[in-house]
Structure formats: structure tokens, C-alpha cells
């Protein structure tokens, strides 16, 4: 069975520093892509970034370049999502999902993590 | 433009038929997937490409695609469908990706 299995909640306060973590099972983990994707309190989901643990290239959303960094270690087939500077702002769910592809045109995302609630607050 | 635009919120008596659309420039290049989010549960992925859907999803999750718009049809709409769908798809640059903005689905 292929599973993203993520990290536990966190609760942080303003400035501190995260990374939460995303392990794939039961595929080729440098074969696809990881995406991750926030989701705030009673909002929609919003594309963070996306990390290819074959060569570990990565591109970020606007929104999101230079906030968040995407890594993984394919050694342990973990994907990890980080921030240096914590701010209120950032408190929302966050998911990792696989990327997979047919052709260019068709893409999506499966599985999703469970999700990692992360609570910034003073 | 890389934005994804999708109603609010739409209602369906129980065992009729539903539409939810989704409109995008990317979507005159890329196919939509659409993905379905329960309460205090990850999206789950209904329909992706033309018209693919993965082992599980039932058979009246359907999905089509005309110029920048997309659409996900619900054909007999049960309880267990009511959630929150986004769409989902590359955007015009073709590097990167986007969400709807959701649609809520009452089965009434």
C-alpha cells in the first residue's frame, strides 16, 4: 500500500524555528514528485511547493519562496517541510502529497498525508 | 493568470445530478484533477486527467474539460458526498501548481 505518513502536531511560539516531516512507503520514492500544501483554519488548500527527491530539485510558489524550505532524504524516503522564523500567521494544517504524472497535461496528487497541525502562538 | 475560480457552495436533492466548475486560463493547456475533502480529513483525489478515476472512487464521479473551464459531474449524488471539492492543475507556466478555491456540496 502506498502511505505519506506525517509528523505529529507541534505547538510553537513566535520566532522559533520547525520542520515537519513526510515518510512514502510502498513505491519508488525518487520516482515521483512531493507536494506540499497548507491549509488554514476553515480555508481552502494553497500549493506550497513541490520537491523531486530524485535529484532534489524544487520549486516554491510565490506565496511561499524564501518563507518555507522543501527537502528530502532519500535515504530514508522522508520529505520535510521547514521554517526558520515561526509567525502566528503560519498556524494551519499542513499536508504532503504525491505527485504523479501520465503525460504533461495530466497530473495530480495521491495519497495525501493525514496532515501536521501546526499552532504558532504566544 | 494562474488562478482557479469555483462557486462557493452548491446544493443537490438526494439522487440528482450536480455540476461543480472550475475556471482557468491554465486550463486551456492542463487537465484538472478534483479532489474531495471531508471534515477534519486529507483531500482525497475523485477524478484526474480527461476523465480517470482511481480504484474506489465511485462510478458517479465524472469529469470533462472544454476551453478554460473544468467540470466535475456527481451523477445521483448520495450523503456521503457531501464535503468540499477543490480542482487542481499545473498553472500557465507549467513549474508550478494551483488550487481552486473550493466548492461546498450540500446533499439535501
Redesign the interface.
Known sequence: EVQLVQSGAEVKKPGESLRISCKGTGYAFTSDSI?W?RQMPGK????MG?IYPGDSST???PSFEGQVTISADKSITTAYLQWTSLKASDTGIY?C?RG?Y?V???????P????TLVTVSS | SSELTQDPAVSVALGQTVRITCQGDSLR???A?W?Q?KPGQ????VI???N?R?SGIPERFSGSSSGNTASLTITGAQADDEA?Y?C???DSS?????????TKVTVL
Open positions: 507536494a500544501v481552502g488548500l494553497e500549493w513541490i520549486k516554491y510558489s499536508y502529497a504523479q501520465l504533461r497535461r495530466t497530473s495530480w496528487f495521491d495525501w498525508g493525514q496532515g | 493547456i492542463y487537465y484533477s479532489y475533502q486529507a483531500p482525497v483525489v484526474y486527467g480527461k480517470n482511481p468540499d477543490y487542481s492543475s499545473r507549467g513549474h508550478q501548481y494551483v488550487f481552486g478555491t473550493g
